[in-house]
């Protein structure tokens, strides 16, 4: 079936480094990727999202490029502040998406000032 | 415009009683999805509802569990006889119609701990 592994966390950094969250998949098919964000206390919140090879999904100063060769799509900022400290998801939609997305275990961002 | 909410935020049971999780999804989206996350794990996703009909419960363990959508009112999510491995977050997410699961907006989630 469908999996995403991600880095385990937490991750802790420096205001203003450079982050990466590293994330790969399997999946019968062509995907569709996902970044999602958790801040403390709130819901799941879609960052970006791509949804064919070679892609690239951005926002927020975020980015995440489809790369089918090596089943990755991990997630870039060139600098992090303390309001990204938050819980990252991993996800995708495969088969037409009647299984519902398959998400990551979720990397704990910590940024200190 | 409010999103998705969910009620309680959390909730304490004993082992044998029931659990019911609410929530209504955002203004004008017709399409809801509970997903559960055990500690340490992702999310898994449960079922998908809309108005008055269970579209996909893969997801749903074969007992105990049981979600209904209705045309009036907000999604529930019941578990009966609850038991210690139902300790978990339960998510909630809306989509408006049209657009599955590319484009899902969660609530805060519930939180279960069964004692």
């Known amino acids: 079936g469908d999996s995403v592994t991600q880095m385990e966390g937490p991750v802790t950094l420096s205001e203003e480094a450079f982050l990466t969250i590293n994330c790969t998949y399997t999946?019968?098919?062509?995907?569709?990727l996902f970044w999602y964000v958790q801040y403390p206390g709130e819901g799941l919140q879609l960052l970006l999202k791509?949804?064919?090879?070679?892609d690239k999904g951005s926002n927020k100063g975020f980015e995440a490029t489809y790369r089918k060769e090596t089943t990755s799509f991990h997630l870039e900022k060139g600098s992090v502040q303390v309001s990204d400290s938050a819980v990252y998801f991993c996800?995708?939609?495969?088969?037409?998406?009647?299984?519902?997305?398959?998400f990551g275990k979720g990397t704990h961002l910590i940024i200190q000032p | 415009n409010a999103g998705v909410m969910q009620n309680p935020r959390h909730l304490v049971r004993r082992r044998g009683q029931e659990a019911r999780l609410r929530c209504s999804p955002m203004?004008?989206?017709?399409?809801v999805y509970w997903y559960r996350q055990l500690p340490e794990e992702g999310l898994k996703f449960m079922v998908y509802?809309?108005?008055?009909?269970?579209?996909?419960e893969s997801g749903m363990p074969k007992e105990r569990f049981s979600a209904e959508f209705p045309k009036e009112g907000p999604s529930i999510l019941r578990i009966q006889q609850v038991v210690r491995g139902d300790s978990a977050a339960y998510f909630c997410?809306?989509?408006?119609?049209?657009?599955?699961?590319?484009?899902?907006?969660f609530g805060s989630g519930t939180q279960l701990s069964v004692l």
């Open positions: 997410a809306s989509s408006p119609p049209g657009t599955g699961q590319e484009k899902l907006f």
């Open positions: 999946a019968t098919g062509y995907p569709s």
């Open positions: 791509a949804t064919k090879a070679d």
């Open positions: 996800a995708l939609i495969s088969g037409g998406g009647a299984d519902g997305l398959t």
């Open positions: 203004k004008g989206h017709s399409h």
């Open positions: 509802l809309q108005k008055e009909n269970i579209i996909d």
